[in-house]
């Protein structure tokens, strides 16, 4: 399996502008996580979805921030408008309902200038 | 609520070092437990898990045991080496949660 795919993994951006990242998870895992990493917070959970459906998104910042799962194999999350304090690392991970195990993408890194 | 304490870092180790980083955690009932690896530039990937008190998980010469005593779940490594700089991340996910509650992550760097 090639794992879970996230795109692009560099993003360079200006201030105001929307940005979307993408991410495919495993094949057959029915739970997918977005979560933001920074050296200041470390790794926050921002949503999360069970069978394309959000379950908790407590941890989105706020409403510029916004996710979607559309069908099994695609996730994405939106950041309209975009400011620099949102310059972080973006990481997707996806389970089966089966296992404890979260499997992690690669990550986006996101810098807004 | 759920959260888990590691210890600060960066560690800084020579080669064949003994290696300990602690990770205490609070949680109800009965969590699992998770140590995950952070190699540079990459996504976290699992370490080791256990899933009961008592437990010992192990993997690449990386153990832990799950205390529940002690509410910690220490992770260790005999000998260290180069390729194991990486940062490191305790976590647990508590009973029917999905949701993994992280560390805020260990620096180590061996060096040569």
């Known amino acids: 399996d090639a794992g879970v795919i996230q795109s692009p993994r560099h993003e360079v951006t200006e201030m105001g502008q929307e940005v979307t990242l993408r991410c495919k998870p495993i094949?057959?895992?029915?739970?997918l996580f977005w979560y933001r990493q920074t050296m200041m917070r470390g790794l926050e959970l921002l949503i999360y979805?069970?069978?394309?459906?959000?379950?908790?998104d407590s941890g989105m910042p706020e409403d510029r921030f916004s996710a979607k799962m559309p069908n099994a194999s695609f996730s994405t999350l939106k950041i309209q408008p975009s400011e620099p304090r949102d310059s972080a690392v973006y990481f997707c991970a996806s389970r089966a309902t089966a296992t404890d195990t979260q499997y992690f993408g690669p990550g986006t890194r996101l810098t807004v200038l | 609520g759920n959260s888990v304490t590691q210890m600060e870092g960066p560690v800084t180790l020579s080669e064949e070092a003994f290696l300990t980083i602690n990770c205490t955690y609070t949680a109800t009932g009965y969590p699992s437990l998770f140590w995950y690896v952070q190699y540079p530039g990459e996504g976290l990937q699992l370490l080791l898990k256990?899933?009961?008190?008592?437990d010992k998980g192990s993997n690449k010469g990386f153990e832990a045991t799950y205390r529940k005593e002690t509410t910690s779940f220490h992770l260790e490594k005999g000998s260290v080496q180069v390729s194991d700089s990486a940062v490191y991340f305790c976590?647990?996910?508590?009973?029917?949660?999905?949701?993994?509650?992280f560390g805020k992550g260990t620096l180590l760097t061996v060096n040569p």
């Open positions: 094949s057959g895992h029915d739970y």
């Open positions: 976590a647990l996910k508590g009973g029917s949660n999905y949701k993994l509650t």
């Open positions: 979805f069970n069978n394309n459906v959000p379950i908790d």
């Open positions: 256990a899933t009961k008190a008592d």
